[in-house]
């Protein structure tokens, strides 16, 4: 069996990036590596949103281009939850360059953002839409809601602001039950 690569293989292999120069620290290595791709902060609380306002969704649908956050089938609606840093966000104090391997960082945020692009023309041609809800937008719930209202095309009535949920202790959750 011959063991060569296709073209597919050799294509995807040309995104990747370049060898290092100087390879990261072993502390900045293992810090880089904690850094999630799914359920991060920003993401849990635009789904707590959205299961507030009785919504049904998928998380991160693979059959969809870019893999979305959370897509809303019924709305034909993709929802990308982007860090501002990661995602290059315009005008952010968040997405500031970094100071160190400025050039290494300046490419992969071009090219993630480049992606992100692809990604939404892709949907488009599908007949979806999208909507990029970055990370510093996150920290007020009525501004998720107010971007989701806006996404979701709900003629005006507002997708309902989630307060945080009154969770009960397992200690309150048994003594209630003995008491009905």
Same mark, same amino acid.
């Given at each position: 069996?011959?063991?060569?690569?296709?073209?597919?293989?050799?294509?995807?292999?040309?995104?990747?990036?370049? &060898?290092? !120069?100087? @390879?990261? *620290?072993? +502390?900045?290595?293992?810090?880089? /590596?904690? #850094?999630?791709?799914?359920?991060?902060?920003?993401?849990?609380?635009?789904?707590?949103?959205?299961?507030?306002?009785?919504?049904?969704?998928?998380?991160?649908?693979?059959?969809?281009?870019?893999?979305?956050?959370?897509?809303?089938?019924?709305?034909?609606?993709?929802?990308?939850?982007?860090?501002?840093?990661?995602?290059?966000?315009?005008?952010? &104090?968040? !997405?500031? @360059?970094? *100071?160190? +391997?400025?050039?290494?960082?300046? /490419?992969? #945020?071009?090219?993630?953002?480049?992606?992100?692009?692809?990604?939404?023309?892709?949907?488009?041609?599908?007949?979806?839409?999208?909507?990029?809800?970055?990370?510093?937008?996150?920290?007020?719930?009525?501004?998720?809601?107010?971007?989701?209202?806006?996404?979701?095309?709900?003629?005006?009535?507002?997708?309902?602001?989630?307060?945080?949920?009154?969770?009960?202790?397992?200690?309150? *959750?048994?003594?209630?039950?003995?008491?009905?």
């Amino acid at each position: 069996m011959n063991c060569q690569r296709s073209d597919t293989a050799a294509a995807l292999s040309s995104d990747k990036e370049p &060898p290092l !120069a100087e @390879p990261p *620290s072993p +502390r900045k290595s293992a810090e880089m /590596a904690r #850094v999630r791709t799914r359920d991060t902060a920003p993401e849990l609380a635009v789904r707590a949103v959205l299961h507030h306002a009785g919504f049904r969704y998928r998380l991160h649908d693979r059959r969809l281009p870019g893999t979305p956050d959370v897509s809303l089938p019924r709305h034909r609606l993709a929802i990308f939850v982007h860090g501002c840093f990661w995602h290059g966000h315009a005008g952010c &104090p968040r !997405a500031a @360059p970094a *100071s160190t +391997r400025a050039d290494f960082w300046a /490419a992969k #945020v071009g090219r993630n953002a480049e992606r992100d692009r692809a990604a939404v023309i892709a949907l488009a041609g599908l007949g979806w839409r999208s909507l990029t809800i970055w990370g510093c937008e996150v920290r007020n719930g009525s501004v998720i809601a107010a971007r989701l209202s806006e996404g979701l095309d709900m003629q005006g009535r507002p997708v309902r602001e989630h307060s945080k949920p009154k969770w009960r202790s397992a200690h309150e *959750s048994k003594s209630r039950r003995s008491m009905r």
